[in-house]
């Protein structure tokens, strides 16, 4: 088969992850690398499949060939950064952002993915920092809102972690973690009954929505 034999395998692959059907890409991606198992767009697309299905560990060995064709390509160490934070391993995590990072200072999935990873480590000022980098250059980014949100709450900064939350639930209203998070931050404080309506939010927005499912069951059983 040709080369564009394997990209169509690819394209579609692709078209199927961006509806959510990883399972499905998956198999045409390793259509691809059968047909040849060093192509490198095959590697990077097969990594970011694994890592929707949670099997970050078996994505490395697929994300670490790419990076042996190149090891400064940008999308292949935000990649690899991703499964390392995946498999917990936070310290090697950080080490590959910033590599990705010194390519492209100011990228949005680098930088909350690092102060995610700060944040595991109980580095909640360092993390801050990466969430406010993100804002130089999208004041409205509503993910690094959040996550600056759960370090705010860890430094015991309430009043401006609920500022933060408040913020990303504004420009994002529907998006059931920013809701599922500030429900979590509520029941934390005692505040069980808000909690819970913001559990029901989510399920009228996502009914399976297992974490929220999950949390709804935990609330109702405080006395």
Same mark, same amino acid.
């Given at each position: 088969?040709?080369? #564009?034999? %394997?990209?169509? +395998? /690819?394209? #579609?692959?692709? $078209? ?17 690398? @059968? ?8 590697? %990077? ?5 694994? #890592? ?8 490395? &060995? ?7 064709? #190149? &090891? ?12 390392? @934070?995946?498999? $917990? ?5 950080? $080490? ?15 930088? *909350? ?36 949100? /759960? ?23 529907? *998006? &059931?973690?920013?809701? $599922? *998070? ?20 989510? +399920?009228?927005?996502? &009914? ?16």
């Amino acid at each position: 088969m040709s080369e #564009n034999d %394997i990209d169509s +395998l /690819i394209d #579609n692959a692709v $078209q199927l992850a961006d509806q959510g059907q990883y399972e499905e890409a998956l198999e045409l991606l390793q259509k691809a690398l @059968e047909i040849d198992p060093n192509y490198f767009r095959a590697l %990077i697309n097969i990594t970011s499949a694994l #890592n929707a299905l949670d099997r970050y560990d078996k994505a490395m &060995p697929f994300i670490d060939k790419a990076l042996l064709q #190149n &090891p400064k390509d940008f999308d292949a160490l935000s990649r690899k950064g991703f499964s390392l @934070e995946g498999m $917990q391993e936070y310290k090697k995590a950080i $080490q590959v952002f910033d590599k990705a990072l010194e390519f492209d200072p100011s990228d949005d999935f680098s930088l *909350n993915h690092k102060g995610a990873c700060l944040c595991n480590l109980e580095e909640y000022e360092k993390a801050i920092g990466c969430f406010d980098k993100v804002f130089e250059s999208d004041p409205r980014q509503a993910l690094a809102y959040s996550n600056k949100a /759960i370090a705010l709450f860890n430094l015991k900064r309430d009043d401006e972690g609920y500022n933060c939350m408040d913020m990303a639930i504004r420009i994002e209203p529907e *998006n &059931p973690l920013f809701l $599922q *998070n500030k429900a979590i931050s509520l029941a934390d404080i005692g505040k069980i009954d808000e909690a819970l309506e913001l559990c029901n939010t989510i +399920l009228e927005l996502e &009914p399976d929505y297992e974490d929220a499912i999950e949390l709804k069951k935990e609330l109702e059983s405080i006395d």
